[in-house]
């Protein structure tokens, strides 16, 4: 039985996350509506980018699939090179040839292949910007689009781009503000507002 290195369980953790949360964002664009009186809705983004995120993870997970085939296959009777005593085996990383691992390989040979997970503070970045995503999507209906991407993009440029917290606020609010701009004023897109009635007298 083909065991699997790390960073071949890193890629079929990433592929099965850029499953479920693509179809996690179609399905909540969709409940905002694909289609309204002036144009697109609030949804059809959303939707359609969450549509591809699975696609790709589909893809991604079909190609980790035939990549463990592989080897199997290389390692078959009659595969060896017949006229040499010893034959040298390649990393399961290398055999399996998969999108992450390649993008990531520099291909030294004189360096030992050393596959190690992310640190503590590697994986707290990762939590912060999961945990970001989540509650965006759920704090959404409640404070609107424009405060939501502010919070979100400030969290993401304070905690893991290590960026002042007074820039971090300026480049967020002025991301939201922008993208908002473009979206309702160019587009006729109708953006998710607040619920909150403090919030949605002030037009967010």
Do not use: C
């Amino acid at each position: 039985m083909q065991t699997l290195t790390a960073p071949v369980a890193l890629e079929w953790t990433v592929a099965g996350a850029a499953l479920a949360g693509g179809l996690g964002i179609a399905v909540v664009g969709a409940g905002y509506g694909l289609s309204n009186s002036s144009g697109v809705g609030a949804g059809f983004f959303p939707a359609v980018a969450g549509t591809l995120m699975a696609i790709a993870g589909i893809l991604w997970i079909l190609q980790l699939v035939a990549a463990r085939r592989t080897p199997d296959l290389a390692t078959a009777p009659g595969a060896a090179v017949s006229g040499s005593d010893t034959t040298e085996s390649l990393p399961p990383h290398h055999e399996s040839e998969s999108a992450l691992v390649s993008l990531l390989d520099d291909d030294n040979s004189d360096e030992p292949d050393v596959a190690e997970f992310p640190d503590r503070q590697g994986w707290a970045r990762v939590g912060i910007i999961v945990g970001s995503i989540l509650l965006a999507a759920l704090l959404l209906p409640l404070l609107g689009y424009t405060v939501v991407m502010t919070l979100q993009l400030g969290t993401i440029l304070h905690f893991v781009s290590k960026r002042k917290l007074w820039i971090s606020a300026a480049v967020a609010v002025g991301a939201a503000l922008a993208s908002r701009l473009v979206f309702e004023v160019w587009l006729g897109t109708a953006l998710p507002t607040a619920s909150l009635d403090f919030l949605a007298g002030l037009g967010l």
